[in-house]
Nanobody
Framework: QVQLVESGGGLVQAGASLRLSCAAS????????AAWFRQAPGKEREFVAH??????????YCADSVKGRFTISRDNAKNAVYLQMNSLKPEDTATYYC?????????????????WGQGTQVTVSS
């Protein structure tokens, strides 16, 4: 079992940056693939980015909508995953969720993740 707690959300203006954090507890987080998803009001939850550690290296993938602006990273010593968000746009407004799966590679599919945090709200004003 692993528990996930997100933080770092807030209200910012368009063009600003935020860094979301996901703190994990319960098991060695380095054995998990992790991801960020987001859900805007009235919309389905969508994939943002995932990260997998394999043979000592981190492999990442971001959705096209955030590629070049968002970066996912992890610090296994701190049992944490981060989402650095730059050049924020009003359409990035959503609740952002951290997710984890034990073993395997990161995935863009919600159903592949067994563990979820409660979410942190990001609001970008124009």
């Amino acid at each position: 079992q692993v528990q996930l707690v997100e933080s770092g959300g807030g209200l910012v203006q368009a063009g600003a940056s935020l860094r979301l954090s996901c703190a994990a507890s319960g098991r060695t987080f380095s054995t998990y693939a992790a991801a960020w998803f987001r859900q805007a009001p009235g919309k389905e939850r969508e994939f943002v980015a995932h990260i997998t550690r394999s043979h000592g290296s981190d492999f990442t993938y971001c959705a096209d909508s955030v590629k070049g602006r968002f970066t996912i990273s992890r610090d296994n010593a701190k049992n944490a995953v981060y989402l650095q968000m730059n050049s924020l746009k009003p359409e990035d407004t959503a609740t952002y969720y951290c997710a984890a799966r034990l073993g395997g590679w990161g995935s863009s599919r919600l159903g592949d993740y067994a563990y979820w945090g409660q979410g942190t709200q990001v609001t970008v004003s124009s």
